[in-house]
C-alpha cells in the first residue's frame, strides 16, 4: 500500500464527508458514493444538537469521553470548516435547558440531575422560577429545570453542505446519485466497490452509510454491522426572529426544541421502530405538536413550515460503530443514533487517523464492530443480528 492510500466511502452524510473532507486534505486520492444527494440523508432531517451533558442517561457511561471529546472539538471545527468551504455553519453557544412540567416529571429530572452531576458533567438545577426568567415562553408552574451551558447547537443543513464544499475544494471526487451495488473483495481483503457496472477500485473501502450500512451487498458476513432504523418525524415552525419563543436548546418530556439564527423552531422527534417506512402520519404530528405545546403554550399560534422524516442509524448498544471490521482493507463509521452530529468531528478524525497511522483514536478504541462479538460470546444468549 502506497503512503498515501485510495479510499472509497459509501455514503456522503457528514460522517463520510468529513472522513472524505480529512484525507482529502492529507492527501489521500478519495472518492465519495452516495445512492442520493450529498448530506440530506439523516445529517439533513437531523435538529444540529451538540447536547453531550444534558442527553447523558443511565448505561452510556461508557460512550461520555467520546462525546464529550467531540464537543470540545467543534468551535475550532466549525471555524476551519467555515475557512475551508466559505459557508457559515451557525455553531451557536445558546446551552441546553431541559425542563420538567408537572411535579412527577421534577422528581424524575432530579434524579437525572444526580446521576449527571456525580459523573462530573456540566450540569445545574434550575428551580421553575429560574428556568422561566431564562425562557420567559415556559408553561407557568413548571416545577425545575436542567441547565447544561456546555450543550450548543450548529445548523446541520449548513453544515452537510460546508462538508460537501470543503471535501470537493480539498481535492475529493463526489459522486452523487450513485447506489454501491456491492463491496468487492479479493482473497479476503475489501479492493473497491462496484457501481452499476463499474468497479472503483481503492485501497480502503469505508462504510459510512448510516441506517443502510447492512443492507451494501458484499459486505462479508463478520462485517455487518448491527444497525437499524429508528424513524423520527419532525417539522418547523415560523418564529419571530427578532421576539423568539425560546433562545436556547429546549428539551420537556417527549420533545426537543431548537430555535435557529433565522427564526425557524426545529420540533422534533418522534421515536419509531417501523424501518424505511418514509411516511409523515396524523399521530406523528399531533404528538410532537401537543409535546410541545405543553412546554411552550405560544406556540399554537405559530404557522408551520415543514414537516419530514428522518432515519437514526441504531446500533445494538445505540452507541457508534468506528474503525475496523475484521476485513483488510474495510473499515466502518456508522451506528452514531442521535449523536451523529454531535460526532462527526471526531469520527472524521478518528477514521483518517486509522487508515493513514493504522493506530486508533483513544477514544474511539472501544468502538468498534469487534465489541458485540465479546458480548456474544460471554453472553451465549445473545442472538445474531
Not at 463478520?222 to 419571530?240: I, N, T, Y
Not at 427564526?263 to 406523528?284: N, S
Request: with cysteine; net charge negative.
Amino acid at each position: 500500500m502506497s503512503p498515501k492510500p485510495t479510499v472509497a466511502i459509501i455514503g456522503a452524510g457528514v460522517c463520510g464527508l468529513g472522513i472524505g473532507w480529512r484525507l482529502a486534505q492529507a492527501g489521500c486520492p478519495v472518492s465519495v458514493f452516495e445512492r442520493g444527494q450529498a448530506g440530506r440523508g439523516a445529517s439533513w432531517a437531523a435538529a444540529g444538537m451538540l447536547a453531550a451533558n444534558a442527553e447523558t442517561e443511565p448505561g452510556e457511561e461508557s460512550l461520555l469521553p467520546l462525546t464529550l471529546a467531540s464537543q470540545k472539538m467543534w468551535p475550532g471545527f466549525a471555524v476551519e470548516l467555515k475557512d475551508a468551504s466559505g459557508i457559515d455553519v451557525e455553531y451557536r453557544e445558546t446551552g441546553t435547558l431541559v425542563a420538567a412540567t408537572n411535579r412527577d416529571e421534577a422528581e424524575q429530572l432530579r434524579f437525572t440531575y444526580e446521576f449527571q452531576r456525580d459523573l462530573g458533567l456540566a450540569v445545574e438545577w434550575l428551580s421553575g422560577a429560574e428556568a422561566r426568567k431564562r425562557e420567559p415562553y415556559l408553561r407557568p408552574g413548571v416545577p425545575g429545570a436542567i441547565w447544561a451551558p456546555d450543550d450548543h447547537q450548529v445548523e446541520n443543513r449548513r453544515l452537510s453542505e460546508a462538508l460537501k464544499a470543503a471535501f470537493l475544494h480539498a481535492g475529493g471526487t463526489l459522486h452523487e446519485n450513485s447506489p454501491v451495488a456491492g463491496i468487492e473483495t479479493e482473497d479476503g481483503r475489501a479492493v473497491g466497490v462496484r457501481v452499476g457496472d463499474d468497479l472503483h477500485k481503492a485501497d480502503i473501502v469505508v462504510l459510512a452509510a448510516g441506517s443502510w450500512s447492512r443492507d451494501i451487498p458484499g459486505l462479508p458476513q463478520a462485517a455487518l454491522p448491527p444497525v437499524r432504523p429508528v424513524k423520527g418525524q419532525m417539522l418547523s415552525l415560523c418564529m419571530d426572529p427578532k421576539a423568539p419563543l425560546a433562545t436556547s436548546v429546549l428539551w420537556a418530556p417527549k420533545i426537543y426544541l431548537v430555535p435557529r439564527a433565522d427564526g425557524r423552531l426545529i420540533v422534533g422527534a418522534t421515536v419509531e421502530e417501523k424501518g424505511h417506512d418514509p411516511e409523515l402520519t396524523a399521530g406523528g404530528v399531533l404528538a410532537l405538536l401537543d409535546a410541545a405545546w405543553r412546554a411552550i403554550p405560544a406556540i399554537e399560534e405559530l404557522p408551520i413550515e415543514e414537516m419530514w422524516v428522518g432515519f437514526r442509524p441504531t446500533s445494538r448498544d445505540d452507541a457508534p460503530i468506528l474503525g475496523e471490521t475484521g476485513t483488510d482493507g474495510l473499515l466502518v463509521a456508522t451506528g452514531h443514533h442521535r449523536n451523529g452530529i454531535l460526532l462527526a468531528p471526531i469520527t472524521a478524525d478518528a477514521i483518517a487517523r486509522q487508515i493513514l497511522t493504522g493506530s486508533p483514536l483513544p477514544e474511539a478504541a472501544p468502538f468498534t464492530l469487534a465489541r458485540f462479538a465479546a458480548k456474544a460470546a460471554a453472553r451465549p444468549e445473545i442472538a445474531a443480528e
